[in-house]
T-cell receptor
C-alpha cells in the first residue's frame, strides 16, 4: 500500500531533550516536506527536500534540522526542543518537484514539549 | 507574493444544506496549481482536487464541486446536500510552477455539519 509513515504518532518530552521524528514513504517520491499545524495558523512548512542530499528551509525552520540520506526517509530532528515546538507535525511527499502534483501526507505526530 | 486566504474560519450548517467554502489566492506566476485538502476529526490530511491555472473548467465529483475563476483569483469549494461525514477542516493550497519549493496553505475552514 502506498503510504507515508511517521513515528512516533504521539510524543511527550521535556525541554532540551533531543528527539527525532521519522518519516518514510514507499512511493519513490522525489519531494518530501515537513509541516507543523497550529490552531489558527494552518499548515506551515518547516523544511523540504527536492531529492537525496538536497534540503532547504521552509517558512519556520528555526529549532529544527532534517536530513535526506535516502530517497524514502526524511527525519525531522529537534536538537533542543522547547515548549513553543509543541504542535502537530506532518510529513508529506510528492511525486515530483514541479509543484503540480498533490502531496501525500503521513498520519501526523502530536508532540508536547514540557 | 504568494498567499492563500480562507476568510471563513468556521462554518456551521444543518445537514442537507449546501455550503460553499471560499478560497482566494495571490500569485505573480502565470502557471500555478491549486489544491483542496480535507482534514477530518481523525486528523489525517486527504487530497481532494488539483487544478492548474490553464484549466478553468469547473469540476464536479459527486456532491463536491469546485469553481475556479482566474478573474477573481478564487477557487471555491461547494458541498451539495451536506452530510455529517463532511464535518472537517478544509485547506486550500497554492503552488507555483516556477517555485518548486513553495506550497502555501490557507489557514483552513472548519466545517460543522449539524444533524
Amino acid at each position: 500500500e502506498a503510504q507515508v509513515t511517521q513515528n512516533p504518532r504521539y510524543l511527550i518530552t521535556v525541554t532540551g531533550k533531543k528527539l527525532t521524528v521519522t518519516c518514510s514513504q514507499n512511493m519513490n517520491h522525489e519531494y518530501m516536506s515537513w509541516y507543523r499545524q497550529d490552531p489558527g495558523l494552518g499548515l506551515r512548512q518547516i523544511y523540504y527536500s527536492m531529492n537525496v542530499e538536497v534540503t532547504d528551509k521552509g517558512d519556520v525552520p528555526e529549532g529544527y534540522k532534517v536530513s535526506r540520506k535516502e530517497k524514502r526517509n526524511f527525519p525531522l530532528i529537534l536538537e533542543s526542543p522547547s515548549p513553543n515546538q509543541t504542535s502537530l507535525y506532518f510529513c508529506a511527499s510528492s511525486l515530483s518537484t514541479s509543484g503540480k502534483h498533490e502531496q501525500f501526507f503521513g498520519p501526523g505526530t502530536r508532540l508536547t514539549v514540557l | 507574493a504568494q498567499k492563500v486566504t480562507q476568510a471563513q474560519t468556521e462554518i456551521s450548517v444543518v445537514e442537507k444544506e449546501d455550503v460553499t467554502l471560499d478560497c482566494v489566492y495571490e500569485t505573480r506566476d502565470t502557471t500555478y496549481y491549486l489544491f483542496w485538502y480535507k482534514q477530518p476529526p481523525s486528523g489525517e490530511l486527504v487530497f481532494l482536487i488539483r487544478r492548474n491555472s490553464f484549466d478553468e473548467q469547473n469540476e464536479i465529483s459527486g456532491r463536491y464541486s469546485w469553481n475556479f475563476q482566474k478573474s477573481t483569483s478564487s477557487f471555491n469549494f461547494t458541498i451539495t446536500a451536506s452530510q455529517v461525514v463532511d464535518s472537517a477542516v478544509y485547506f486550500c493550497a497554492l503552488s507555483e510552477a516556477g517555485r518548486d519549493d513553495k506550497i502555501i496553505f490557507g489557514k483552513g475552514t472548519r466545517l460543522h455539519i449539524l444533524p
